[in-house]
């Protein structure tokens, strides 16, 4: 069972699954909508670039594709904010839904304010909640939308040149050789920042 899980999730099988067409939707749903905060963002992102520099996906398609998917997430994330509004923070813990990813997300805007759409893109589950949050408040749509189209662009783009440079630099030969280590690596640095934010949340429990 546990097994079947993890391949369901794995960046490697969900691309060669689901192509294109299926990073596009998982990144639009991990981008803004409640069912996609479990699904592995950063890392699908990092291997999209790196199947691409092997001529496997087309760079220019994927750059573009991803992109446009994250900021039409966090669109439609938004969207569902103003529509809900302060009822998601009554709202009961699910399999889907935990009140926790709520409250991360909540401290986020408490302490960055706007640019917790920006700076969020780079945490996982944060970047799911977090357009919602923003529809939820007082967040204009305008500066919303500015700061979507700048940190859809960072992630999205940065992420996935970030896979496809490293990729060229390896060769084509030899990217299956190293494609799972390099993966290890790139989960473990996206598991850093929410880690340090649980530490962070503890500490004000403390005090």
Aim: charged share 15%.
């Amino acid at each position: 069972m546990l097994a079947s899980i993890t391949d369901s999730i794995d960046p490697q099988q969900l691309l060669r699954s689901f192509g294109t067409i299926g990073l596009f939707v998982i990144i639009f749903a991990e981008s803004g909508l409640l069912i996609g905060f479990f699904l592995p963002g950063d890392s699908l992102l990092f291997t999209a670039g790196l199947f691409a520099s092997s001529g496997r996906l087309n760079i220019w398609v994927i750059l573009v594709g991803c992109f446009v998917a994250a900021v039409a997430g966090d669109q439609v994330g938004y969207a569902f904010g103003k529509r809900v509004g302060p009822s998601i923070f009554n709202r009961p813990n699910s399999r889907l839904f935990k009140q926790e990813h709520v409250e991360r997300a909540n401290e986020y805007f408490e302490e960055h304010g706007a640019k917790t759409i920006l700076m969020a893109r780079f945490v996982p589950v944060v970047r799911t909640f977090a357009p919602i949050l923003a529809g939820v408040g007082t967040m204009p749509y305008r500066t919303f939308l500015m700061f979507n189209v700048a940190g859809g662009f960072l992630w999205a783009v940065g992420v996935t040149l970030l896979g496809y440079f490293l990729g060229e630099q390896i060769g084509a030969d030899n990217i299956d050789k190293y494609l799972l280590p390099i993966i290890g690596v790139v989960i473990l640095l996206s598991l850093i920042p929410p880690f340090l934010e649980y530490r962070k949340h503890k500490k004000k429990q403390r005090s």
